[in-house]
């Protein structure tokens, strides 16, 4: 897919997760320098900052795709003349996504041995790295159990219900607002995220924090699963995470409540307080050790 087609279909939804579409727009990138037909090193370099902000643009929460972007475009230095730098971009965005599948696959083996046999596991929406972590406990062997929430307005939880229960784990969908009624059966609160801030809050799903609170209540630990590509080196400097907002015909046909206006964030913060672990790919941390991770990691834009 070239670069608008992969943007398009970003903000459509039709791609969405945030490690999926850091990859893909690593891959829409990738196309771009290969397929680039020019002989004006200084006009691809031009035409790739475009690109890359046009990526970026489409969804403005996670901080995967603009990790992504940034990491891969640091190969517009790495060479001489333009085919040493297109070359540079594949390479970058080809080892992008090997790191990002790599990391999927560590981040499940550490955080699975954190779930316990007869563990009964809460999730919401729906990622590849919390579902992972939970697919990789059960495949161990462990008798775990899942509750699964719809996620409003767009459902993912039905995805994640199917995928689940095609692995063979006993999943139960609930709707949104039955998290606190069903905190008290749950041992284990699993989700993902889409972006960590330096002060360790994570940025997921809408509903996130409301689930965490209730695990706080309940005295539920809340296992958060991210790669470290999910760190936001801009929330270091003082930026704050901009909330999407989408469509308000995602909650309801606006047609059919007019005069009503609908309001439809997209993504909550989760204070770290609420947060007992983030497991990376490199390892277990306490969500107040971001800024480690942030300062380790070269993500300046
Ligand atoms: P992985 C999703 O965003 C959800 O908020 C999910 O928790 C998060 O990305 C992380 O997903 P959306 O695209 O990267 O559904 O773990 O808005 O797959």
Redesign the pocket.
């Known amino acids: 897919m070239d670069i608008e087609e992969t943007a398009q279909k970003i903000e459509l939804?039709e791609v969405?997760?945030?490690?999926?579409?850091a990859r893909a727009a690593a891959e829409a990138l990738k196309n771009f320098a290969l397929g680039y037909e020019g002989n004006d090193i200084k006009k691809f370099r031009d035409e790739l900052k475009q690109a890359g902000e046009r990526l970026i643009s489409t969804?403005p929460t996670?901080v995967?795709l603009r990790n992504a972007v940034t990491m891969i475009l640091k190969g517009e230095n790495k060479g001489d003349n333009l085919e040493q730098v297109k070359n540079s971009i594949v390479t970058e965005a080809e080892n992008f996504i090997i790191r990002s599948e790599k990391a999927l696959e560590v981040i499940a083996e550490i955080g699975s041995k954190r779930i316990k046999n007869k563990d009964v596991l809460l999730t919401?929406?729906?990622?590849?790295?919390?579902i992972s972590t939970i697919i990789k406990a059960h495949k161990d062997g462990k008798k775990i159990q899942v509750y699964a929430t719809e996620s409003r307005p767009?459902r993912?939880g039905y995805i994640t219900v199917r995928q689940l229960v095609k692995e063979g784990v006993p999943t139960t969908l609930i709707v949104d607002s039955a998290v606190r009624y069903v905190m008290q059966r749950v041992d284990l609160v699993v989700?993902?995220?889409?972006t960590v801030a330096s002060n360790g809050a994570i940025i997921?799903?809408i509903g996130?924090s409301q689930i965490a609170l209730c695990a706080h209540e309940a005295r539920v630990p809340v296992m958060v699963?991210?790669?470290t590509y999910?760190f936001s080196h801009e929330t270091l400097a003082g930026e704050l995470v901009e909330i999407e907002e989408r469509d308000v015909n995602e909650v309801v046909k606006q047609e059919d409540f007019l005069g009503v206006r609908i309001f439809n964030p997209?993504?909550d913060a989760t204070p770290p307080e609420y947060i007992d672990v983030i497991v990376t790919e490199k390892g277990v941390i306490s969500p107040h050790a971001a800024y480690e991770i942030i300062k380790a990691l070269d993500l300046k834009s």
């Open positions: 939804m969405r997760g945030a490690a999926k579409i969804r996670a995967s919401h929406c729906n990622s590849s790295a919390a767009k993912q989700v993902g995220c889409d997921n799903k996130t699963c991210a790669e999910k997209v993504f």
